[in-house]
């Protein structure tokens, strides 16, 4: 058993999803915007029989007050966020908005999701 996966931050969970992605990814192709992907995943999320929310608030606080506010694309069971890229190729952009959206949010785990011209998916951790 490879003991790196074993010791995964909700690695079942985050299993699931890329399974949906794919499923998603397979079904539809490449070519629709973000948002039709982002509900696509949401229902190939929910028949998984997870629990996701669609849009999840995002406050970004600096000394006790609200300076920004994003919405993250899906987050799931609570516990993983995910954000939803139809775009050429993932960059480093991509990579700093979820990792800032796991910083507000006090999450440990999200997934990049890219539904462009080939699939590509990232699992970023903070903290």
Known sequence: ???DKARLLHQDLTEQVIGAFYAVYNELGAGFLENVY???MAIAISQCGL????????RVHFRGAVVGEYRADLLIEKALVVEVKAAATLNQAHMAQLLNYLKATGKSVGLLLNFGPRPQFKRLIFG
């Open 51 to 58: 629990a996701v929310e669609r849009q999840s608030p995002i």
């Open 38 to 40: 982002e509900n696509a």
């Open 1 to 3: 058993m490879n003991t």
